[in-house]
């Protein structure tokens, strides 16, 4: 199954600044999602992003506050703009693992502290 | 949206127990994955069981899909067993590779 490479690992940033977070896939994968994991809750899908189009955003989520780019099938960020500590959490990257059927392959997940 | 519960929402064990999770969902679903996340925030996929039975070591997971359930069974719990358990499912009605997780169990073994 793909091994997926997530940058940075953790970080604590300050309030109303932005991060950008990396997710590298060793294989070439249609689509990839984002996930958002609040402490202590589930994981909450934020957007799909397909190489070539816009992103997907689920209900709740806006482009504005968590713009993605794909420019590549093994490629994709997720940024965290104008963030406030209700933005702390772990943002997730996955992919199909190639099993079929959205069988999902997790990165390990980057963890964000808002002070 | 289909509609994910998750129980028990904590269980702690003694090393060597066996232990149950169960899954319910509210809807037919064409996909259902359990997912392990360890003390340190990785997920591991441990099985995609839309329906039927599949065993991997100690683990085992059973779908009645009709019932719209799924129970994953710990034989022989390790410390290492402790995390937190997912069941994440998608709809048949929904369009996109969408999961729907459910708010997990937090395992916690002790020696």
């Known amino acids: 199954s793909a091994v997926i490479s997530q940058k940075p690992s953790r970080d604590i940033c300050q309030r109303g600044t932005s991060l950008t977070i990396q997710c590298q896939v060793d294989?070439?994968?249609?689509?990839m999602f984002w996930y958002r994991q609040q402490p202590g809750q589930s994981l909450t899908l934020i957007a799909t992003a397909n190489q070539g189009s816009e992103a997907t955003y689920e209900s709740g989520f806006v482009i504005d506050k968590f713009p993605i780019s794909r420019p590549n099938l093994t490629f994709s960020t997720l940024t965290v703009s104008n963030m406030s500590p209700e933005d702390s959490s772990i943002y997730l990257c996955s992919v199909d693992s190639g099993m079929g059927a959205n069988v999902l392959t997790f990165g390990a997940g980057s963890r964000l502290t808002v002070l | 949206g289909i509609q994910v519960e998750q129980s028990p929402p904590d269980l702690i064990l003694q090393e060597g127990a066996n232990s149950t999770l169960r899954c319910n969902f509210s809807?037919?679903?064409?996909?259902l994955q359990w997912f392990h996340q360890n003390p340190w925030g990785q997920l591991i996929n441990l099985f995609y069981?839309?329906?039927g039975t599949k065993q991997n070591g100690r683990l085992s997971a059973t779908t009645v899909a009709t019932e719209r359930y799924s129970l994953l069974y710990i034989s022989s719990s390790q410390t290492t067993d402790s995390g937190v358990y997912f069941c994440?499912?998608?709809?048949?009605?929904?369009?996109?590779?969408?999961?729907?997780f459910g708010e997990g169990t937090q395992l916690t073994v002790n020696p």
């Open positions: 069981i839309p329906s």
């Open positions: 809807d037919s679903v064409n996909n």
């Open positions: 994440a499912v998608e709809a048949w009605e929904t369009s996109g590779s969408r999961l729907t």
């Open positions: 294989s070439q994968v249609t689509m």
